[in-house]
């Protein structure tokens, strides 16, 4: 079988298993569709001995890792293998989630440049790290053991009294950065908490939403204003915050 554009990989959905399929018009490029949703490009090319082999390239992403970027990067192994050098990709010394989540966090503070990153890394070290840091990466290679694992251990965090939904949601979000990064680096093959974020709501507890009444005390009031001063995300965003926190009737 084979696909030729963005929109015909978006419509893949395999029931059980997994199907292989060509990309046109890119000799040796694949596409490798799992029934656990994950979309895994990879490249089939030539050795000097006339042997074949196959590299994974990474998870398609719509609108971030697709057809294009894949060739791309495909043309780049054929560079390399011209000028001599090695595009094997060895990671077997990566044993353990812990060993992965250390590259990766190594990887991310070089590359990505955000207030907020070393806060929302202690986030994901402090709730869910010294749960999954043992799981070894055989096992996070075969989803049909690694999901429910890390399924479970997200619900941990969980209960009906604190079910930290919000918190929950960012640590699963960095879980699925994690495992992104290892199938680009040829770790794995699919990231196994992708379903999980796809169908969230029906798998972990959800809050409920509870209309907050006006703020009329002023000096509930202040300490709102001294809150939203001391916010350290975006000014955006804080500027959002004390606009609609105003009664705009006042200053019309």
Same mark, same amino acid.
């Given at each position: 079988?084979?696909?030729?554009?963005?929109?015909?990989?978006?419509?893949?959905?395999? $029931?059980?298993?997994? +199907?292989? &399929?060509?990309?046109?018009?890119?000799?040796?490029?694949?596409?490798?569709?799992?029934?656990?949703?994950?979309?895994?490009?990879?490249?089939?090319?030539?050795?000097?001995?006339?042997?074949?082999?196959?590299?994974?390239?990474?998870?398609?992403?719509?609108? $971030?890792?697709?057809?294009?970027?894949?060739?791309?990067?495909?043309?780049?192994?054929?560079?390399?293998?011209?000028?001599?050098?090695?595009?094997?990709?060895?990671?077997?010394?990566?044993?353990? &989630?812990?060993?992965?989540?250390?590259?990766?966090?190594?990887?991310?503070?070089?590359?990505?440049?955000?207030?907020?990153?070393?806060?929302?890394?202690?986030? !994901?070290? &402090?709730?869910?790290?010294?749960?999954?840091?043992?799981?070894?990466?055989?096992?996070?290679?075969?989803?049909?053991?690694?999901?429910?694992? &890390?399924?479970?251990?997200?619900?941990?965090?969980?209960?009906?009294?604190?079910?930290?939904?919000?918190?929950? +949601?960012?640590?699963?979000?960095?879980?699925?950065?994690?495992?992104? !990064?290892?199938?680009?680096?040829?770790?794995?093959?699919?990231?196994?908490?992708?379903?999980?974020?796809?169908?969230?709501?029906?798998?972990?507890?959800?809050?409920?939403?509870?209309?907050?009444?006006?703020?009329?005390?002023?000096?509930?009031?202040?300490?709102?204003?001294?809150?939203?001063?001391e916010y350290w995300g975006s000014i955006h965003i +804080?500027?959002?915050?004390?606009?609609?926190?105003?009664?705009?009737?006042?200053?019309?």
């Amino acid at each position: 079988m084979e696909v030729s554009t963005e929109k015909e990989i978006e419509r893949i959905n395999i $029931v059980d298993g997994k +199907k292989e &399929f060509s990309v046109k018009g890119i000799k040796g490029l694949k596409l490798f569709c799992y029934s656990t949703g994950g979309k895994i490009f990879k490249f089939k090319y030539q050795l000097e001995g006339g042997n074949y082999t196959t590299k994974t390239l990474g998870e398609w992403i719509k609108a $971030v890792y697709g057809i294009k970027q894949a060739g791309d990067d495909a043309i780049e192994i054929l560079r390399k293998i011209k000028s001599g050098e090695d595009v094997s990709g060895n990671n077997s010394l990566v044993k353990n &989630f812990y060993e992965l989540w250390t590259i990766y966090k190594e990887d991310a503070l070089k590359t990505q440049k955000f207030k907020t990153l070393k806060s929302e890394m202690s986030r !994901f070290e &402090f709730n869910l790290l010294d749960i999954v840091k043992h799981v070894d990466i055989e096992t996070i290679k075969k989803p049909s053991k690694a999901t429910p694992f &890390f399924l479970n251990a997200l619900r941990s965090l969980q209960d009906e009294d604190s079910p930290k939904s919000d918190t929950v +949601k960012k640590v699963l979000g960095r879980l699925n950065q994690v495992f992104d !990064f290892a199938i680009i680096k040829g770790i794995i093959e699919v990231n196994p908490t992708r379903i999980l974020s796809q169908n969230f709501s029906k798998n972990f507890i959800k809050v409920e939403q509870t209309p907050r009444k006006a703020i009329v005390d002023i000096d509930k009031f202040k300490i709102l204003l001294t809150d939203i001063n001391e916010y350290w995300g975006s000014i955006h965003i +804080k500027n959002c915050i004390k606009w609609v926190a105003i009664d705009r009737k006042s200053v019309v």
